[in-house]
Structures are given as structure tokens and as C-alpha cells.
């Protein structure tokens, strides 16, 4: 066979010493060629460099990194994704298992056999870690109907091809019953072998702390809704750049986001300063998904302000922002007749400039308006639009003020009351979104993160690329352009896109698949 040894690591200087000449023992004569993966978890005691040296001085050693701890489902994840044979294992790197037990439990593996899990003989943890593991095991029973003798057990043998339809999520110590649930919901053949534990002869366990615990029951339940709801298939990703159009630098962002990052679409601002190149940098770009970015607020019109003057100031532009729109709205100063003859200027515009457009979003969401919504929803039918964003969110990786957090909630509520709306006109929307409480402050850990944690379905990750930061200097939004320009083009974000599993992909080419 040919194997890749995955050992998760966090804290485990007084271990890694005998781990290369142990995982040889446990090879030798057995597998034809294999490589060992090491993947340090943020360790703190010195680990991360002596699994550096360990890859130095050996070919078949690699050494992954986490900046941060993150727990031990993130560390297997990674790990699991970057193995390379054509069966995997992991193992904790304080071998709970000998060597000799190890090489008997390898010796039946068979053909007709996806995966090969090992049970605890014996206990040697003591009795609250006994009555632990008893509950837990129960737990998963009869939570998930997965009727195995040891969901926790460090052996887990599992062919590559087996582990890359997985949709692993688990960050935490859930993550070896969320492998063989997986497993079970792939219709994986399994076959358990008996071994005896070896409690470990050096480092601290953390498996039984509260906070470990917790974190394992909190997963579990996110998984049980999630298997109940439908959402552990393939998770389908659009990522979209918002204000494509506004100025130069923005542009600049869009595409090299789009041709060098995980970029898949961009809403354009028919009413930006810098549409026609953005029409052009599209135009060159046929894979590249557009929608229209509909604009209340922050520029100038495309209608003739005596037609729409409900909607300008002083100056002849559309009104500052969101909350001076919001001020005229709530004291019926906006006429739907203006918003409808501008929104439709802007469409045609795009129209104009020979651009195929799938989706329709709106500069500061303002299409979730009870009274814009329908007008919104009315022209993506007689354009032939067939998606639009519904921008309800749930939770949000970055950090975010109180003001913006109430903001959130707010804009959640307008979702809800126009669900019935996008689904009584059979558009296509996402099933999740992200982006709002996020808006500018997307930074590679924050976005990787998020691409991680993502359920299956559809979702929407909203995001504002550019190539100067400069732009605010005149905007005013608090925006890190650059930054997120960095994040969408990095390294992380797209190992997160594969780790996750995830499909990236359009609002286009979903509404060509039916949905």
C-alpha cells in the first residue's frame, strides 16, 4: 500500500523525538511508499520548529503550519487535504497504539474495505474519562444512528479518494465522529479492529478539559441541524465583488481578484465614475459573472434629475447614504416611481454596454426595502434576471461594532419579511450569506475561516477588492481595499476553498444547472 501518515500536533515537543522512528517501524515491510505529514497546530513549546527541521532533513516529511491554535478537527482537516497516497491515516502523535498492534491492524486492511477504524481494548484513563467516553459514544448513537464500537479512537485508515467527498467542518474533537458520519453518508464499508490503549508517556492531554467538551457538543448539535435542514451536501460558493465600476483602483481590484484569486462574479455600478472600464475589463473577461449593482445612494443619478427628484439633493446627486435615504423614505418623501425609472436606467446601461447580467444586489442592500423590493423584483423579471441577493446573515467571522451588529439585525428582519416575495417569483437566491458585518474588513483569517465553517448549499460571500487604499481618503467608508485584495488572492483563502471542499461557482452557471 501506498500511505499517508497524518499526525496532528499542538504541544508535543517531549513526543516528536521517537515519532519518525515509530511511523518507519510501523511501514516497514508493510508499505510500498509513504509520507508523513505534520501538522502543527499553533503550537507554543517549540513543536513547530522541530517539525520544520524534521522536513528539512527528510523527503517524505511535511510540515504544515497554523498560525493560531485552532483545535484538533482544523489540524486533521488540514492534514487530510494536503496527504497525497492513495490511503491516508491518523493517528494522535503520542501513539495511543504500539507499533506492533499498529502493523496487525494495517495487515486487514483489505480491498473491499473504504475505512479501517480501531476500538479501545482496555481503559486506562480513569473513571471520569471512562464514563466520558461511555456518554459520548451513546450520544452519537442515538443522535445519529451510527453504530460503531469507538467513534473517538485515533486509528482512522481511509482511502484518499473516500476523504476528498468528504464535507469536513469540525474545528474541535468532533471531528472523528463527523469522519466516520461522513463516512456513513457516503456509503463507506467499514471495518473496526480491536486495540489496546496506551495512555500517553509524556505532554498534557486536553481532551477532557470543559472547554474541549463543550466545544464537541456545540459541534455535534450544528451537525444534527445541519443533517436535519439538508445542508451537509456539497457547499456551493459565489464570491462576489461588489461597486466593480466605482473608480479605477476598485477595478483594478475586481480583476486581479477574478484572475489571480477566488473571485468568481462582481456587481457593476452603472453609476460609478469608472463604468465604461469596468465594461470593458468585463467584456475581456467572458468567465467572469456580472450583476447590477443598484444604486439609491452616494453618486449621481443616470436619470435626468427633474425625473427622479425624490431621490437627489441639493447638488443633483443621489442622497448621501443609507440613513439620510432611510430618513427621507420613513416620511414618505421617495417617490416608487423614481426609484423604478432610475434602477431601470441603470439596467439598461449595463444592457447597453453588451453585458450578460445573472443577478441583481444593491449598494447598502436598499432593495430589501419593503416598497423597493418589489419594484426590484419586478424588473429582474422583465429583463430576464433570475437571481438576486438576499443578504441575511447569520453570524460574522470579523470582529464588528455594536452599531454595526444592530445594523445586521435590522437588515435580517427586512429578509424575513421579503422571503415570501423572491420565493412567490421563483428567483434564485443563496442560502447563506456573508458579508455584511464583514463589509471591508475581510482579512485572509477571517475569510478562510468562514470558507471552513460554511454549511452545504449555496452561499454568497460579499466582498469590496481594490488596489489603493487611498480610495477612502475621498469615500469615507472605513474600508481596507488592499486588504482584502490580499486576503482573496492568498494562498490560505484558496487551501481553505479545497480543505472546505467547496465548489466556487455563479449565480450564472446555477441558474443554467436548474439550481
Known sequence: MDLSFVYPIYNEIENLPRLLAETQRIAEGLVSDYEVVLVDDGSTDGSGAFVDKLAQQFHHVRALHHRRNRGLGAAIRTGLAHAEKELVLYMDSDFPVSVEEARAALREYTA??????????????????????????????CGFGLRVRDVNFAFKLARRSLIRQMRLRSEGSFIDAEFLLEAHRLGARIREVGLHYHPRVAGVSTAASNRVVLRILGEAWRHWRALRSGKLGPAGVIINA????????????????????????ASILATGEAFEQAAELATARPALDLGVHLALTQTRPLSPPERVPSLIDGSGRLLDGWAAFLGRYARRGVGRRDIETELRAQIERTREAGLRVSHLDSHQHLHMLPGVLPLVVGLASEYGIGALRYPRQGRATASTGLSRRLQGKALNGLCRLGARTLRSNGLLIADDFRGFREAGRWDRESLAGTLRELDGGLTEICCHPGADDAIDEQLRWGYRWEHELAALTSPEVEAAVAERGAALTTYRERLAQGR
Open 112 to 141: 473491499d474495505v473504504d475505512m479501517l477504524i480501531g476500538y479501545r481494548i482496555g481503559r486506562a484513563e480513569g473513571p471520569r474519562r471512562e464514563v466520558m467516553s461511555w456518554s459520548y459514544n451513546r450520544l452519537i448513537r
Open 242 to 265: 461588489d461597486d466593480f465600476g466605482l473608480c479605477e483602483p476598485v477595478n483594478q481590484g475586481v480583476v486581479e481578484a477574478f484572475d489571480r484569486g477566488v473571485v468568481t462574479s
